[in-house]
T-cell receptor, first 112, second 112 residues
Framework: KQEVTQIPAALSVPEGENLVLNCSFT??????LQWFRQDPGKGLTSLLL?????REQTSGRLNASLDKSSGRSTLYIAASQPGDSATYLC???????????FGTGTKLQVIP | DAGVTQSPTHLIKTRGQQVTLRCSPK?????VSWYQQALGQGPQFIFQ???????QRGNFPDRFSGHQFPNYSSELNVNALLLGDSALYLC???????????FGPGTRLTVT
């Protein structure tokens, strides 16, 4: 059974700081890994999708890496802004037909 | 291009009642997955529909059932509601089984 852990559970940083969010998973046989952000009471917004054959993906100030052998992914956010404040979730697709397992998320607060 | 839509936005039901939630996938998508998200937790996979069939199921009782229509839209039905069913119910769509998932805004269900 796939288990996904995200550390830290919460993070508070001053505006402009670079930061790293961590995601670890127990079963390295995955199809892909997806990072999402979720604003309070809202749905999920996809940030980056990394296929199992890829090592990293970049979108603007965001960079996600994947190391299947160690069961880890990181989301790097450069030059953080108050608008980045949200909960960040990683989701691991490790079965056929998208059996997806989510972590419990990292709640990020960027202080102006 | 309309994204994933869900209805209703909010719903209040009494314990023991039945509820139906609806989801329309992103244009061009053929696969719909349903998730339950309790407060402060990551989403939990309920089931996935493809070609009008349930293809994968998470660890949820038979009180949770679903349907997919020929136009790819989907319904989630929950019978004999319990207080513990109170959660945000999220629908996600994708094209075939291993591509990026797009989430709707969710339906907030409160069981009293």
């Amino acid at each position: 059974k796939q288990e996904v852990t995200q550390i830290p559970a919460a993070l508070s940083v001053p505006e402009g700081e670079n930061l790293v969010l961590n995601c670890s998973f127990t079963d390295s046989a995955i199809y892909n890994l997806q990072w999402f952000r979720q604003d309070p009471g809202k749905g999920l917004t996809s940030l980056l999708l990394i296929q199992s054959s890829q090592r990293e993906q970049t979108s603007g100030r965001l960079n996600a890496s994947l190391d299947k052998s160690s069961g880890r992914s990181t989301l790097y956010i450069a030059a953080s802004q108050p608008g980045d404040s949200a909960t960040y979730l990683c989701a691991v697709n490790s079965g056929g037909y998208q059996k997806v397992t989510f972590g419990t998320g990292t709640k990020l607060q960027v202080i102006p | 291009d309309a994204g994933v839509t869900q209805s209703p936005t909010h719903l209040i039901k009494t314990r023991g009642q039945q509820v139906t939630l609806r989801c329309s996938p992103k244009s061009g998508h053929d696969t719909v997955s349903w998730y339950q998200q309790a407060l402060g937790q990551g989403p939990q996979f309920i089931f996935q529909y493809y070609e009008e069939e349930e293809r994968q199921r998470g660890n949820f009782p038979d009180r949770f059932s679903g349907h997919q229509f020929p136009n790819y839209s989907s319904e989630l039905n929950v019978n004999a509601l319990l207080l513990g069913d109170s959660a945000l119910y999220l629908c996600a769509s994708s094209l075939v089984a291993v591509t990026e998932q797009y989430f709707g805004p969710g339906t907030r269900l409160t069981v009293t």
